[in-house]
């Protein structure tokens, strides 16, 4: 196939199940009409099958149907989507100390306390995306503060972020979890233009500086998902082992499109090399697909969904790979991109109730019927979705 | 098969499978003379994959080799090990609190809080068992006292088992989880004559009632893992509809051995009716095997190793189904063990390196090669082996 034909088929595969599959799906059955947010337990043909709400899935709700909005113009229903979550959250889902609770039933009452700082994370980029596209200036100016306040909050809960609730003995341990430096450069990039600029771009700095010189092992040539405050390894137990490939992808995409805005082009080259290691890793010659986890040493884990194939990180990949395609011209990543892309749209898709299934096992078979969870949302996939249309868009120059 | 010969068989091959394979791979790869305390995170060849030490399988080890001298005879080599790891908890595990921290390094550095009451559990069972080997009259008293101590704080922490580091907001939600009566049936059963008769006997009394009386449903047939305080069920969200077949199954043989002790034979015949509900709820008609989770309502299942066939659940049922086709006579029971028996004895067992392995994928293939990890130590398999030889030598009348 000519590689502009190439392009415009994927092109149109990405955006249409964005906009005909999964959009409508969360659409149809996600909104609480009735006590507001959104119901995200949702099984195979859409049944609700838990009525509780969690803070990640509502704030990630909250900003999916509010960047749409951004991304494709407002849409009424869209807007009022995003609303309807952003309300039930602001009524309901505020601790005294301001930080969001983890969990709440159907009707608010908090149930869990709000010891996860992911929580406020996905609130604080919920809140931007809403204030992007609230009717009237006072909205806007009212939900920027809240923002504002969230962002600071965060920040100074980072040295600690489980607060009270952090059952780790105090310094017994000294390894560094690689989602810091990785929801930094996601709030960075949702928050332009709302935080304060030499801000965001100090956050940045540290991020990459976190990541590329802590991470990143470049004599080993692979991605640590925990490391030592200095770089170095904790290899005699499995923290220290620990690699996540499609953790590792997904800060390599929000990291290169940093890089692509700074238009360094020496880092978007080493974040591409970086992100074959973390495919070539992470990648199952057997079955296809990626694994959830691998010990460096190949060593047993302890994580039942180590060898399971999810659709997050398949998302990811193919975001990361994408990207790196576009900006590079690589040959190496668009092959990678292809093969992944096959192999997801082969094992994810429900082509019968629509939207994907999350958790297939190394085989590739249905692992669980559901379609939204506890962890599985409105997010992960229409990112996917929407950023692959874009930069394919992009790529075949279509209009 | 003549029945006495088929008894005597099965007699032959657990108590082999104890002596000869399970007790020597943990004597050979576990115990750690370097520093006190035992490695469990073993690979398959007993390769130690993970230096850490968790309270849950020191306690358990220690109360599992002193268990054995009490069944078997005093063997010194036994009773080194378990003061091995008695020595090593008592001197570095406990918190100024007096409770026992969840997990410490290799020398005994504390790294995580003692946020779990079941390590208290598991330490007040070991130290039990080490008091009824101890060489001295002052070590016995002295442990002894210890136990006292432990028994206390932990039913002073059953309302609040986590303590500060409960996450639930107080009061949010009245879900009563089966773990608490099932560890008092436990240490009813492991303390009997260190603790106060009378007040054994009320606990017992109170888990009898709990179990009976709200986790098992008459009217559904069904045993429920986490209920209302009334007994009445939350079927709208995951958790009150979850089920966990062995861990029933492990509750009830408790019961049953309580039962037989006061010779109620109406208990009895009820206990192993309800097993019967159990192990058909559990068991996979397509693979074989018995699953970890089911949900009430067959829902999705948030968690990953809900299919997964574990040896520990195979271990519990393996102890409830015999115990109740010896007291009962019950022909479904026999039945039902032999079919057990035989896929476990056919999935789980390393013929190469010795042990079992822990975690099976539905389809019964080995899905991690671990012999001991965080979570699988020198526990269940060792407890269900030394019950059920016994219990086969009483029913085939051997010497």
Redesign the interface.
Known sequence: MEEKELIQKLYYKYHNALINDVIPFWQKHSLDTEYGGYLT?L?FDG?V????KFAWMQGRQIFMFSKLCSLYGVNEAWQQAAKLGLDFMLSYGKAASGDF??AL??SG?????P?NIFSDCFMCIALAAYSRIADSKLERDYYRQEVLRIYQRIQERTANPKG??N???PD??NLQAMSMPMIQAMMAIELEGIIDDALIENRIDESIDVFMNRHVDKKLKCVFERVCADGSHQF???EGRLLNPGHALETLWFLMLIAEKRQDKALIEELAEIMLWSIERGWDTTYGGIFYYR?Y?N??????????KLWWVHAEALCALLLAWKLTGSKKHKEWFLKVDQWTWQHFPDSQHGEWYG?L??QGEV????KG???KGFFHLPRMLYSCSAWLKEMGELV
Not at 299 to 308: A, H, I
Not at 367 to 370: E, F, N, T, V
């Open positions: 337990c099984d049944t099958f838990d009525t509780d609770y983890f039933n159907r009452t908090p149930l869990v306390q010891y009270i609730w059952k780790q003995v017994s341990r005699d137990i499995m010990d040493h060593r047993p884990l302890d994580k039942f969904e180590s060898d399971m958790y096992s190394r692992a669980s019927s559901l969870g506890k962890w």
